[in-house]
């Protein structure tokens, strides 16, 4: 690991103007699940590391009338204990749970789970987030399993965000602090497929910092399935999350994302579920018609069923919510 310089600020202002314009000038330390790995493999080598976890603005879970606010360094033990979040979001709780190990779950954050750089073994062995060397492109032509059914453009990566297909389905946004003051993004589109390897796959500049998601409050039924290889430490091979807005025993509008199939969480079109009622075969019909589009490559078309059934299971599950 290279030498740097650590800072400890207690405000969000402070924090912001110890960043600076590059990503190789700092980099933030939340829960340091990510962040030390990347540092260890020289994947990240920052002069500054500035810590934000002595920040109290960045912390707490509470309700308003715009929704349920989860500070960016709310950990994932607090997500999944939270009573707010299991009566308003519980497939975000489900998420939560969903972590493994329980060493991640203590020190990883929300906002430190948005941020994750993906979990590629060509981007994490140095061959940047295109996966390229000599012209050559090493996913299509290599180890590919865990890798995009959906890619965009040359982005054949997955999000490792194990929130983001939930918040992107309930309308979550985030608020981002800079310099110039606060944005907001929706979290659906924080996500972006890079085209090369200069860019970043987050809506996110080298001096902003990701301070806390709002999920608005609209009455909505939601449900998660993910599909694992085993519990543990693992990420999903597939996850979907879906968002209901029902009307008697009929859905009104449905949000449905699906995770660990794009470099960016994967929108499906849920339009034939309204006005209908959840069921089985419903629910199994809009698994399959979340498929469609798939391009999977030579080792992970097993993805393609995975989707199908992910679907029908967040469905059924948001359903009974």
Not at 243 to 263: D, E, F, N, R
Not at 278 to 295: F, M, P, R, W, Y
């Amino acid at each position: 690991m290279h030498p740097f310089e650590y800072a400890n600020p207690t405000t969000v202002k402070d924090a912001v103007a110890m960043l600076g314009s590059s990503w190789a000038d700092a980099n933030i330390l939340a829960g340091g699940t990510d962040q030390i790995s990347l540092m260890k493999d020289y994947l990240h080598t920052p002069k500054r590391v500035v810590s934000i976890r002595g920040i109290r603005e960045l912390g707490g879970i509470s309700q308003s009338g715009a929704g349920l606010r989860i500070g960016a360094t709310v950990t994932s033990d607090e997500l999944m204990e939270n009573a707010l979040v299991r009566r308003m979001a519980p497939a975000l709780a489900a998420a939560a749970l969903g972590i493994g190990s329980p060493q991640l779950r203590n020190m990883g954050t929300i906002g430190g789970d948005l941020c994750q750089r993906p979990r590629c073994w060509y981007f994490r062995n140095g061959f940047g987030l295109l996966a390229m060397k000599d012209g050559k492109d090493l996913v299509a032509d290599g180890q590919n399993e865990f890798h995009a059914i959906f890619p965009k453009g040359p982005a054949k990566f997955v999000s490792a965000s194990s929130y983001a297909p939930v918040l992107a389905a309930l309308g979550a946004t985030a608020t981002i602090a800079g310099l110039s003051g606060s944005r907001k993004v929706n979290v659906a589109d924080f996500f972006v497929a890079p085209s090369t390897n200069d860019q970043r796959e987050i809506d996110l500049k080298p001096n902003e910092i990701v301070t806390e998601v709002v999920i608005p409050s609209q009455g909505m039924k939601s449900g998660l399935y993910e599909v694992r290889q085993r519990e543990g430490m693992d990420w999903p091979l597939v996850a979907a999350a879906v968002a209901l807005k029902m009307s008697g025993g009929s859905v009104q509008s449905a949000s449905i994302y699906l995770g660990h199939v794009g470099p960016t969480p994967v929108k499906v079109d849920a339009a034939m579920l309204s006005g209908k009622s959840i069921s089985e075969d419903v629910a199994a019909q809009a698994g399959a018609a979340a498929a469609q589009g798939a391009a999977p490559l030579s080792g992970n078309a097993y993805k393609v069923d995975l989707v199908k059934v992910a679907v029908k299971r967040a469905l059924l599950a948001a359903a009974k919510a």
